[in-house]
């Protein structure tokens, strides 16, 4: 799972891999932050990846933009109510042709099948 998050997370998709039913309830920086640093934490080298307590700042981070953004939209009445504003992610962004068919079951797992990890 981490590979093809990380594959759609190097294009600037991560948005595809979403629950079809979180769709149009996240903010796209949020979702964006918690990307990169999802992605740091996979770093081959541990050089490469972030303390614990950059995790949890980045984490942090990405919760204070959700919630920031979703505090702003409910104090807005309906009637100026614009999605775009907070970068919300529309329900209908990701359609069966988006799919990305090199991403193999066997790839997607590869890290579970190897028991003694990097």
Known sequence: IAEWAVHWQKRGMLERIIDPHLLGSINLESLRKFGETAEKCLGEHGAERPTMGDVLFNLEYALQLQVTCVQNVSSE??????????????????????????????GVFSQLMDPKGR
């Not at 100026?80 to 209908?92: A, H, K, L, R």
């Open 77 to 106: 009445n309906s009637a100026n109510y614009f999605p775009d504003i907070c970068g919300w992610i529309p329900g209908d962004t990701i359609t069966d042709q988006d799919s990305d068919a090199t991403a193999t079951s066997s």
